[in-house]
T-cell receptor
Framework: DQQVKQNSPSLSVQEGRISILNCDYT??????FLWYKKYPAEGPTFLIS?????DKNEDGRFTVFLNKSAKHLSLHIVPSQPGDSAVYFC?????????????FGQGTILTVHP | DVKVTQSSRYLVKRTGEKVFLECVQD?????MFWYRQDPGLGLRLIYF???????EKGDIPEGYSVSREKKERFSLILESASTNQTSMYLC??????????????FGPGTRLLVL
């Protein structure tokens, strides 16, 4: 039962253009969402998060949008840079979850071409 | 700066061997986690610990056990390694931030090959 789904295994974008990574979830108890970025041979690093009380959160080139009614979130990277090429995971936390348990999606491989 | 270290980057073991994966964090975090990452499956939680000697099963605990004797150290044990445990293993820790503890900090991972 995949409660967090990233349906696009990969995305290819030209440098300077926008990258949009999508994530869908099924558990209505999820109320906090995070994006992590992972380079090969390294652990994931935290990128940006959003609480369910908001519909948008911005940090520099990265913006996360949350559509609660559709149970959908997306990460926008503008402008995309070759150094953004990595695997991106979305993750979610459920209301009332103790100890910070996260449920991760399958990941999307982003390739930004120079 | 948070640092999470894992004892090995690469390991090759034989079927049936007992395997220990060690993880150490240096920021006094309460929570520690073990995940495995497989292509197309993302990160799946094996076990986590919220205090010394306390542990809870994650989504895929079968074939694994854990130990947390000290706050900074969390060990994953494969009692009898099997080929389907070939994977990338990631350790993480998290800090209490107000009422939420979600931001997890990851180690570099251990790529385990079981022959």
């Amino acid at each position: 039962d995949q409660q967090v789904k990233q349906n696009s295994p990969s995305l290819s974008v030209q440098e300077g253009r926008i990258s949009i990574l999508n994530c869908d979830y099924t558990n209505s108890m999820f109320d906090y969402f995070l994006w992590y970025k992972k380079y090969p041979a390294e652990g994931p690093t935290f990128l940006i998060s959003i609480s369910s009380i908001k519909d948008k959160n911005e940090d520099g080139r990265f913006t996360v949008f949350l559509n609660k009614s559709a149970k959908h979130l997306s990460l926008h990277i503008v402008p995309s840079q070759p150094g953004d090429s990595a695997v991106y995971f979305c993750a979610a936390s459920a209301r009332g979850t103790s100890y910070g348990k996260l449920t991760f999606g399958q990941g999307t491989i982003l390739t930004v071409h120079p | 700066d948070v640092k999470v270290t894992q004892s090995s980057r690469y390991l090759v073991k034989r079927t049936g061997e007992k395997v220990f994966l060690e993880c150490v964090q240096d920021m006094d975090h309460e929570n520690m986690f073990w995940y495995r990452q497989d292509p197309g499956l993302g990160l799946r939680l094996i076990y986590f610990s919220y205090d010394v000697k306390m542990k809870e099963k994650g989504d895929i605990p079968e074939g694994y056990s854990v130990s947390r004797e000290k706050k900074e150290r969390f060990s994953l044990i494969l009692e009898s390694a099997s080929t389907n445990q070939t994977s990338m293993y990631l350790c993480a820790s998290s800090i209490l931030q107000g009422a939420r503890q979600e931001t997890q900090y990851f180690g570099p991972g251990t790529r385990l090959l079981v022959l």
